[in-house]
């Protein structure tokens, strides 16, 4: 099966959007970001969403590829490394991510909203890596 470029582009305009959010909440200080549960609550909830979309676009590929199915949301990235869809320094990235998502949805009263802080204004380019890495497969 052909891949859905529509669908992936979709996603990758969403993901696009929520960095842009992301970023604009990076610039709020650290008290008003820590003070203000509209903050961090929102910050959660992009940086989870936005994860899903990056695992939704690798399951979408190998779905359509026909690639072995993963067990886990780790396992999607490792597939995708696995077939040279992505490489090793993006697949690292993302399996960090999933590792945040699942933090973000199962150990939600552990998180460190300093480390959020710190994700937002350093490693929103994680994001770029892998939209650049699966829009490099579209041209194809």
């Known amino acids: 099966m ?50 899903e979309s990056i ?32 490489s090793a320094e993006c697949m690292d990235k993302c399996i960090n991510m999933v590792k945040f998502r699942n933090r973000i949805v199962h150990i939600y009263f552990e998180i460190d909203l300093n480390m959020v802080l710190k994700l937002m204004k350093e490693d929103l380019g994680d994001f770029e890596v892998f939209i650049s890495e699966i829009s490099g497969l579209l041209a194809e």
């Open 2 to 51: 052909t891949l859905d470029n529509g669908k992936i582009q979709k996603n990758i305009l969403f993901l696009r959007d929520n960095i842009i959010k992301l970023n604009e909440l990076s610039k709020v200080t650290e008290d008003d970001f820590k003070l203000d549960f509209r903050n961090y609550n929102s910050a959660l909830r992009l940086l989870q969403i936005s994860i």
């Open 55 to 86: 695992i939704d676009i690798g399951n979408h590929i190998i779905s359509r590829r026909g690639f072995d199915p993963p067990v886990t949301y780790s396992d999607v990235f490792e597939i995708l490394r696995k077939n040279n869809i992505i």
